[in-house]
Structure formats: structure tokens, C-alpha cells
């Protein structure tokens, strides 16, 4: 009796497809290295499985690989000190993953996984995810910005562990331009206070990290907030910060000084910026003295020449004399 012979294409179809089904092995494998080879490799895998399957079937898995740290350290009691490497190649990924998984319309689907990494513990990671959640805020359509992404900042702004607050800081610049324009022309300033009042929170929590990532996004927020939400709203907070107890924060909002300037008028700038940047001139910390004079001509271009000539340089006597 004639043995049976598979078809050509099928046993070459099976041969393409098997280096696929050992990536795939890889993600639940316990060697922290084989996950990591084959998290690098995401892509490829998602381009085998086709758009339909990586969004139904591998963000998914992800959304659990992004918390895996977490159980394990919860219910095998231990820690695998390397595996930040993991999360941290995870979070850079999925980054670049909506191409994969069906384009712009279905951004939305990555956000869970990069929602849990940017609560992590690790810095590195978080950042990671805050910058992967930052590339892909512009795929959404202004619907599904406010039904998925608002709503994952205000979570992380809300959350119990600094980590969450500290990532949340860097989302307010990508997420509040974007609010389609119908909500954006109907917004009262009441309307704005409750929008406002996360960040406004993080600028005044009650840990120095919170109020550090939120003092160092202060100038980015200016630049796409309306001009008289500016004045209103970022300059109290901005004034706020600078007066902090921690060096460290009044040095970063000192940081802003420079693009806050840029979208103010000259008059404004004399009125609500120069006063703050005077103070910090003499501030008792070296590093905030130095802030300053580092930040100098970029100061000089974004307040042009006349507060240049009326306040600047009188500034800088003052730093000759210290």
C-alpha cells in the first residue's frame, strides 16, 4: 500500500510556520532570556498571526506578560531581577505595534498593557511605557481619545502608588489638544477646573517625585493650552512649584520658564514669569541658582529683547556678584 505524502506547500507552510510556534513557546518559557529574545521578536510573530489574531490572541497575552511581574513576586514569593528587561522590551514594542494589530482604529487595544507597565516600579520601564503611550495618543480619533486614553490618564493620575502619578504627568500634554472640537468649544472654565484639577493635584502631592515629573511638564502643557488657561490655570501652579520645599521641583519648574515665556505675551511675561524668575536668582539652592543661569539664552530668545535688556541683564549682574 502507497504511503500517504503530504502536499508540498502544506509541509513548507508547516516549516515556515514553526519558528513562529518556538517564539511564541518562548513567551510562557521561565527562562528569563528566551522571554526576552522572543518579546524582541513580537513583531515577527504578529506579522505571522495576522492582524485579526495578534490583536485577539497576543495583546492579550501581553496584557498579562505586562503583570507577570507582579504575580510572581505575589504568589511564587521570589524575584527575577533581570526580568525589568523584559518589561522594559515589552513596553518598547508595543510602542510600534498598531501597524499589527489593524492600524489607528484599533490603537485602543494596546493601551491595557501600557497601562500596567507604566505603574511599574522600575523607572526605566515606566518611562518606556509613558513614551510608547505618547507615540501612539495621535492615532486616536478624538472619540476614541476621550473614551479610552482620558480616562487611562485620569486612572494612573488617581492612583495609590507614586509610580502611577509620576507616569500620569507626562500624558496630559498628548491627551488635552486632542479632545474633539465640539467639547472643546463648549468647555467653561469650570469645565476646564475639573478637567485641570488631576494635574493640578500632581502638582501639589504629597510625594516630591509626583510634583517633580508634573514640574517638569509644565512647559510642554503650556504650549498646547489656550493662552488664557495659561495665564489662569499653569501660571498659579507654576508659581507653585517654584516655591516648593524640594530643591529639585523649583529647579525643574524654573526649567520652564523658557517655553511658558514663548506662548506669553511680552507684557504677561513681565507680569507673571519675571517676578518668579527674580526670586529664583537668589534662592538659598545652588542648583536652582544654577538652573537658572543655565537656561539663560534660552530665556533671552523667548522673552526677546526689551525684558532682555530691563530684566535679564540686570540678572546676570546679580549672578557676578554671588
Request: aromatic share 6%; hydrophobic share 45%; proline share 4%.
Amino acid at each position: 500500500m502507497a504511503a500517504v505524502v503530504a502536499p508540498a506547500d502544506s509541509t513548507t507552510a508547516d516549516e515556515a510556520l514553526y519558528p513562529i510556534a518556538v517564539l511564541i513557546d518562548e513567551l510562557r518559557n521561565d527562562d528569563v532570556q528566551l522571554r526576552l529574545h522572543s518579546i524582541k521578536k513580537l513583531s515577527t510573530i504578529a506579522l505571522a498571526l495576522g492582524v485579526d489574531r495578534a490583536r485577539t490572541e497576543l495583546v492579550p497575552f501581553n496584557r498579562l506578560s505586562a503583570k507577570i511581574k507582579f504575580f510572581k513576586c505575589q504568589f511564587l514569593n521570589k524575584t527575577i531581577y533581570d526580568e525589568d528587561e523584559v518589561l522594559l522590551a515589552l513596553a518598547e514594542q508595543l510602542g510600534n505595534f498598531a501597524p499589527l494589530i489593524g492600524g489607528a482604529e484599533h490603537a485602543h487595544h494596546l493601551l491595557v498593557p501600557l497601562e500596567s507597565l507604566a505603574t511599574v516600579e522600575e523607572t526605566v520601564v515606566r518611562d518606556k511605557a509613558v513614551e510608547s503611550l505618547r507615540q501612539i495618543a495621535p492615532l486616536h480619533s478624538p472619540q476614541d481619545l476621550e473614551q479610552y486614553f482620558v480616562p487611562l490618564v485620569k486612572r494612573l493620575a488617581g492612583g495609590d502608588w507614586f509610580t502611577s502619578r509620576t507616569s500620569a504627568c507626562g500624558l496630559f500634554s498628548v491627551s488635552y489638544p486632542r479632545g474633539s472640537s465640539s467639547v472643546k468649544l463648549n468647555l467653561s472654565v469650570s469645565h476646564l477646573s475639573s478637567n485641570f484639577a488631576n494635574f493640578r493635584n500632581l502638582c501639589g502631592d504629597d510625594t516630591p517625585m509626583v510634583r517633580r515629573a508634573a514640574a517638569a511638564k509644565l512647559g510642554e502643557f503650556a504650549k498646547v493650552m489656550e493662552l488664557d488657561y495659561v495665564k489662569s490655570e499653569l501660571i498659579p501652579l507654576f508659581s507653585h512649584l517654584a516655591q516648593d520645599e524640594q530643591d529639585s521641583v523649583r529647579l525643574l519648574a524654573i526649567e520652564a520658564c523658557s517655553q511658558i515665556a514663548q506662548v506669553l505675551t511680552n507684557e504677561d511675561t513681565e507680569q507673571l514669569v519675571m517676578p518668579t524668575l527674580r526670586q529664583a536668582v537668589d534662592d538659598k539652592s545652588w542648583r536652582v541658582r544654577y538652573m537658572v543661569a543655565d537656561k539663560f539664552t534660552d530665556l533671552q530668545k523667548a522673552v526677546g529683547p526689551k525684558i532682555s535688556e530691563t530684566d535679564l541683564v540686570l540678572l546676570s549682574r546679580t549672578f557676578l556678584r554671588l
